[in-house]
């Protein structure tokens, strides 16, 4: 029943070159950057990766995009990453851009067994329809797009057919966890970490306080320890180390107003 591992390192080296991934976080907020960072000194490339965003150039899920070593990406934006933009229109990277709601659910319903669902969003839409540019060719035109899904009527609204999302291993930063690995999220560290972790055959968490199995209540635990296979304790160091996306400050004055 213990699952701790003694490194990161240890924790994720048997995932293999072209390995399906879904990692929690959203922009920088509870991304395991730890667990991404040992991904990248252990080597292995060709990754299909699920999660809301690909990080930021140079950090999380950017180190791997930035060394090549990911060949295709299923997320809601682009974000603040640069070399994802580059990467996607240059026709070097493969990108499924699905609606976060969509995303959120496609991998709790892979992690619950649920092989699809029907959902409005996206209905009306290349969504639904198909088209939407999943990669470019080298000249700017579509090399691969997206084909269109089922739509069925329910109580007179359309509905489109989407499917769950499991992958070969996820990888996950909480707040708490134990040896069971039990988990406790944080704040918006909760944004897509339980999710990916369901829907992960092999979910690797890191964890900024170890506890031992009894110290969290049941009531605490926002994702039990069946959904986690491995889990790796960082230092401190490590634990506080959590970088900003993007920082907007503004001056108020004795009134109340707004002063750039």
């Avoid at 000194?41 to 990080?55: I, K, R």
């Avoid at 990406?73 to 990467?87: D, H, L, M, P």
Wanted: charge should be negative; proline fraction near 5%.
């Amino acid at each position: 029943m213990d699952k701790v591992c003694a490194s990161a390192e240890q924790a994720v080296a048997d995932i293999p070159d072209g390995a399906t991934l879904a990692v929690g976080g959203f922009g920088l907020s509870g991304i395991p950057a730890v667990l991404v960072q040992a991904l990248y000194e252990q080597g292995a490339s060709g990754l299909e990766v699920v999660s809301n965003n690909c990080g930021v150039d140079g950090r999380g899920l950017g180190v791997l995009l930035g060394a090549g070593r990911i060949a295709r990406v299923t997320g809601s934006y682009v974000g603040e990453n640069k070399e994802f933009a580059r990467q996607y229109l240059a026709g070097e990277l493969e990108v499924e851009l699905v609606p976060q709601g969509t995303l959120a659910e496609r991998l709790r319903a892979g992690g619950a067994g649920i092989p699809g669902f029907y959902t409005p969003a996206g209905v009306g839409t290349q969504v639904a329809d198909g088209g939407l540019p999943w990669r470019y060719a080298a000249d700017g035109t579509v090399a691969v797009a997206s084909p269109p899904k089922e739509i069925r009527d329910f109580a007179g609204r359309r509905h489109v057919l989407e499917y769950g999302i499991t992958t070969d291993f996820a990888l996950v930063r909480a707040w708490r966890g134990d040896r069971h690995g039990n988990l406790v999220f944080r704040r918006a560290a909760a944004n897509f970490n339980p999710l990916a972790a369901m829907a992960g055959r092999v979910t690797v968490a890191e964890v900024e306080e170890l506890v031992e199995p009894g110290e969290l209540a049941p009531d605490e635990v926002h994702l039990p320890g069946v959904f986690v296979q491995r889990v790796v304790e960082l230092t401190a160091a490590q634990a506080t180390d959590k970088q900003i996306e993007r920082l907007s400050i503004s001056t108020y004055s004795t009134r109340g107003t707004v002063r750039p």
